[in-house]
């Protein structure tokens, strides 16, 4: 079955650090760019990181460039968010996503196609 | 930045009606829009891409269109299991979210 597999999220104090893993199956993962995309409770939708098939090129939004790290292991099949100095912002489901690039009516264009369950983080004391 | 703002934020229609949404983009954009549908308690599912083009096993219901600025989403005829909150989706950005609940 293809799917990817969240885990590591928890309650942390405010400061704290977490790790989260994403473990693919079903697909060849080292093929496929990945991202990692967060949901605040009963908020929209939020990109958080980005990283390439290679791990040559890395994104991070604002809000999260300088504590988070992205990171992937493709023999084993596995995408990783180092989270840093946690805030209570960052308190979210996180999803990790597989991107499908596409050429469409001329333009290339990039979307995620697979997304895993989430991991919820709560950052709170 | 560019901002996708999604309207209305929620749209009650009874099954049946066709539903209408609405992204619209601070700047021209590219046609490279998606359309993603979240259920509560699931994870986002991606229904079009290339602002109309339907992701593999998406009903024909599901139809998008626009350019420029202005995307719209449309599903034909509602059906028990579209109620749900739909994004729009480019690049780097998320539309906040349209809810499509039962009147």
């Known amino acids: 079955e293809v799917q990817l597999v969240e885990s590591g999220g928890g309650l942390v104090q405010p400061g704290g650090s977490l790790r989260l893993s994403c473990t693919s199956s079903g697909f060849t993962f080292r093929s496929y760019d990945m991202h990692w995309v967060r949901q605040a409770p009963g908020k929209g939708l939020e990109w958080v990181s980005y990283?390439?098939?290679?791990?040559?090129?890395?994104y991070y939004t604002d809000s999260v460039r300088g504590r988070f790290t992205i990171s992937r292991d493709n023999a084993k099949n596995s995408l990783y968010l180092q989270m840093n100095s946690l805030r209570a912002e960052d308190t979210a489901v996180y999803y990790c996503a597989r991107e499908f690039s596409v050429m469409v009516t001329g333009n290339l264009g990039w979307y995620f196609d697979l997304w895993g369950r989430g991991t919820p983080v709560t950052v709170s004391s | 930045d560019i901002v996708m703002t999604q309207s209305p934020a929620t749209l009650s229609l009874s099954p049946g009606e066709r539903a209408t949404l609405s992204c619209r983009a601070s700047q021209s954009v590219s046609s490279n829009l998606a359309w993603y549908q979240q259920k509560p308690g699931q994870s986002p599912r991606l229904l079009i891409y290339?602002?109309?083009t339907r992701a593999s096993g998406i009903p024909t219901r599901f139809s998008g269109s626009g350019s420029g600025t202005e995307f719209t989403l449309t599903i034909s005829s509602l059906q028990s299991e579209d109620f749900a909150v739909y994004y729009c989706?480019?690049?780097?950005?998320f539309g906040q979210g349209t809810k499509v609940e039962i009147k």
């Open positions: 990283i390439s098939t290679t791990s040559n090129t890395i």
């Open positions: 989706h480019l690049e780097w950005t």
């Open positions: 290339g602002t109309s």
